[in-house]
């Protein structure tokens, strides 16, 4: 099972205390992983991508395993400790105070 | 007796605020989506207890929000706001041309008899319409053909912040875009024209009395008087009496007539309410003196109201969607500040208390009875 940590605002949206756990098909990408993420919890569509373009959205980063994988394309496989279950897919809300 | 609720829309969440007939003792519940920005809470007039919020934040975009128990619960319904067709573009600050992109949803006007439709007014201006409870949403697209391209995002952003339902002719509707202008449909919102003629924008626009691109700030409507409708510009508060075919100034005496806010009186459709703020420059009311001013006379002569509001040292500013009536016998009015109190006036205006002074910025104030 994929883990996947959120920002406190969306935990609060999804109505979740902690990580989540995904089922998530082969092979392992940040598309997939969100794909199942926003089936699992629907009211987190268009939070995370633009509900249009599914792009991600300016003040969402993606780190797992000590990386910023933000600028990784989404169909590229995540870290082997990531589709293992072992780390999380963790997604943030950058830091944009001033 | 009468349930009073008012929905308070903040920029770090939601308050419910409740009282009695006498509207002196409240109870204050929330934050509700605490941390997000609340453009607009809502009720239904057709089911009471079936409230609409339009939650955002820089962060996470836009999500909407349904209750159907008077926000004891909340659901989640479509946050997908999608341009009909290729969405175009408009005019941005450079002057050249931008494509129209979706920020959020800036207001939400439920209809009086079906408590599934409701129509939501967003930035970057366009008019949506959910006919399904907010589960599917889907845009009028004509209005952005009334010379779109020409309209301009002011300081607030390119918002559609007002719509009204006409009581009388279901086809017609009117709405106000910042910097755009008002507009009217008399066909469901099909075909649309601007309905801005007498406006003057002296000191905004090149052509002073053009056909779009004036900024509106609120426009307000008494049921009983269709036709009639009451408009607070950038500068001036204007007046029509022919459905927004022309307007006429109506500023008079007032100490500035740059302002937010307008609204009328549940009972006496002559009976006008604005806040002036001093001027585009400086966003609080003139000499720190926070007064209401109201117009028992349908414009031109307006009397200050202040009794139990800040006469000194008050820097706060009201905003667009943030002065409400309810529909009592006398008439309640109300009103949020960027400084976070709610005020209310249980007696049309004449005195006011505090309901709540320490709230974050308050973007939103509606106020409902309930049986």
């Known amino acids: ?98 | 007796m009468s349930e009073v609720r008012v929905l308070v829309g903040t920029r770090k969440g939601a308050f419910i605020l409740r009282s009695n007939e006498q509207r002196k003792d409240w109870t204050v519940e929330g934050p509700h989506f605490p941390g997000w920005e609340i453009y607009h809470i809502t009720g239904t007039p057709a089911a009471p207890n079936r409230l609409y919020a339009s939650q955002s934040g820089g962060w996470f975009g836009q999500v909407m929000q349904r209750s159907d128990d008077g926000g004891k619960t909340w659901e989640t319904v479509s946050n997908e706001f999608v341009y009909d067709g290729v969405p175009g573009t408009h005019q941005w600050y450079d002057g050249s041309q931008h494509p129209w992109e979706f920020r959020r949803v800036w207001h939400l006007e439920p209809s009086p008899t079906d408590p599934d439709s409701i129509y939501a007014g967003v930035e970057d201006a366009a008019l949506f319409h959910s006919n399904d409870g907010g589960k599917t949403w889907r845009e009028l697209p004509g209005l952005r053909g009334v010379k779109g391209n020409l309209w301009q995002p002011g300081a607030g952003g390119m918002c559609l912040h007002t719509i009204i339902l006409s009581p009388d002719n279901p086809n017609r509707m009117f709405v106000a875009i910042s910097a755009a202008g008002a507009f009217r449909t008399d066909d469901g919102g099909k075909t649309w024209r601007p309905v801005n003629q007498g406006l003057k924008s002296e000191f905004e626009l090149p052509h002073a009395t053009a056909e779009v691109g004036h900024c509106v700030h609120s426009i307000t409507m008494h049921p009983s008087r269709p036709n009639t409708l009451f408009m607070q510009k950038h500068w001036d508060v204007m007046r029509s009496d022919n459905a927004g075919d022309s307007w006429h100034e109506v500023s008079g005496n007032l100490p500035s007539d740059f302002g937010f806010p307008i609204a009328v009186h549940a009972h006496e459709p002559n009976t006008i309410y604005v806040v002036p703020i001093t001027s585009d420059s400086h966003h609080f009311p003139p000499d720190g003196k926070l007064r209401v001013y109201r117009s028992r006379s349908g414009g031109d002569e307006w009397e200050a109201l202040t009794n139990g509001l800040p006469q000194s040292h008050c820097y706060v500013n009201v905003l667009r969607n943030a002065l409400a009536v309810d529909s009592l016998d006398s008439c309640g009015i109300y009103f949020g500040t960027t400084g976070g109190q709610v005020y209310v006036s249980a007696d049309s205006g004449d005195n006011w208390m505090p309901i709540v002074r320490d709230l974050p910025p308050v973007l939103s104030v509606e106020a409902q009875i309930l049986p």
């Open chain 1, 1 to 98: 099972m994929i883990q996947v940590t959120l920002p406190t605002h969306l935990r609060a949206l999804a109505q979740v205390t902690g990580p989540v756990e995904l089922q998530v098909d082969e092979p392992i990408t940040q598309r997939a992983i969100l794909d199942a993420l926003e089936a699992a919890y629907p009211m987190l569509r268009g939070t995370i991508r633009d509900a249009v373009t599914r792009e991600r959205r300016p003040f969402i980063r993606f780190f797992a395993c000590g990386e910023d994988l933000s600028h990784e394309p989404a169909d590229v496989p995540v870290p082997p400790d990531v589709a293992a279950g072992k780390q999380p897919f963790r997604i943030i809300g950058a830091m944009a105070g001033g």
